[in-house]
């Protein structure tokens, strides 16, 4: 078993998709159209879904914002360095919300960010080995 996905619903769909491209670096996989349900569905991430987990950023269509709600925490992701990654999204126009340092009663060095909509994106700081 393994994770699949993560599904956000989100109001402006090209909105989103840029943000998550060009800012967090993602690739949009595969895209769906529901016509009849009235929504479309994208799939993004670092890897082919047959190798990662993905966001599913899903889009109603006669929707143009959600609440937050109390129950979602956060999109993580692995960047080697959480205060470059930090620099890069504030360079693209995006919205750091906690600046890289150490987590609470921890040492892991995490950083967050936020998406067009305010969902959060934690930015985890992992060092790995180089593989010759």
């Known amino acids: 078993m393994r994770i699949l996905h993560t599904m956000l619903r989100v109001g ?6 840029a943000f998550y491209r060009d ?12 016509p009849e349900g009235r929504f479309t569905l994208v799939f993004m991430g670092y890897q082919p879904e047959q190798e990662g987990a993905v966001l599913e950023l899903t889009h109603n269509w006669d929707t143009q ?8 925490g956060h999109i993580a992701v692995e960047v080697p ?3 470059a990654a930090c620099q890069a999204v504030r360079e693209k126009g995006g919205k750091v919300t906690r600046e890289a340092g150490p ?12 998406d ?8 985890i700081e992992r060092h790995r080995p180089e593989i010759h």
């Open 12 to 17: 402006h769909l090209e909105r989103s998709i």
């Open 23 to 34: 800012v967090l670096g993602m690739q949009e996989w595969r895209r769906r159209d529901y």
């Open 65 to 72: 914002q959600y609440d937050l709600g109390n129950g979602y």
């Open 81 to 83: 360095n959480a205060a």
């Open 103 to 114: 987590m609470k009663h921890g040492n892991t060095i995490i950083a967050f960010v936020e």
């Open 116 to 123: 067009p909509d305010g969902y959060k994106i934690e930015f």
